[in-house]
T-cell receptor, first 114, second 113 residues
């Protein structure tokens, strides 16, 4: 079965600083990777996804993630964070390109300090 | 734009009581699922459905029942609540099992005393 490990439960950074949230997954022949974001008191929302093609994927609000098959990683990065990025971030994996039986990591709480 | 609607948002139960968490979506999605969210454990899949009349178990199905009589609704039933079922429950839907995005409800916080 697929599994996901998010190496940091909490990441505090200062506003406008860069950030990296780490995610490693169990190896599989086929792997599809997702990052979801949960703002306070809300449900999760899709941030970005890797299904195939270019290993670097981007979101509309400046986040990017790179699929690294040799390292079995899918780390999330942003060069300059904003207060509004304060949220919990979940990495997720599937062995099919869809929502069925999506497996989530433990989550990383990103706190932005002014 | 209702999306995925969950009720109730908060509930307190005593051990042994039963209840149903309601979930409805108005996007004509085939796929629906229930997750529970616990601190340090992320989200774990309880049950899912790929269409009306079809349900299957996820990672942590024990103590929960589901049914899918219509495309829109996917209720989660706790038959005899236990303190270990204290959690935040999320319902999520997708256009189909092979699409790449889940749409989540706002969650239902359940406390079992």
């Amino acid at each position: 079965a697929q599994s996901v490990t998010q190496l940091d439960s909490q990441v505090p950074v200062f506003e406008e600083a860069p950030v990296e949230l780490r995610c490693n997954y169990s190896s599989s022949v086929s792997v599809y990777l997702f990052w979801y974001v949960q703002y306070p008191n809300q449900g999760l929302q899709l941030l970005l996804k890797y299904l195939s093609g270019s290993t670097l994927v981007e979101s509309i609000n400046g986040f990017e993630a790179e699929f690294n098959k040799s390292q079995t990683s899918f780390h999330l990065r942003k060069p300059s964070v904003h207060i509004s990025d304060t949220a919990e971030y979940f990495c997720a994996v599937s062995d099919r390109p869809g929502a069925q039986k999506l497996v989530f990591g433990q989550g990383t709480r990103l706190t932005i300090n002014p | 734009n209702a999306g995925v609607t969950q009720t109730p948002k908060f509930q307190v139960l005593k051990t042994g009581q039963s209840m149903t968490l309601q979930c409805a979506q108005d996007m004509n999605h085939e796929y629906m699922s229930w997750y529970r969210q616990d601190p340090g454990m992320g989200l774990r899949l309880i049950h899912y459905s790929v269409g009306a009349g079809i349900t299957d178990q996820g990672e942590v199905p024990n103590g929960y029942n589901v049914s899918r009589s219509t495309t829109e609704d996917f209720p989660l039933r706790l038959l005899s609540a236990a303190p270990s079922q204290t959690s935040v429950y999320f319902c999520a839907s997708a256009r189909g099992p092979n699409t790449g995005e889940l749409f989540f409800g706002e969650g239902s916080r359940l406390t079992v005393l």
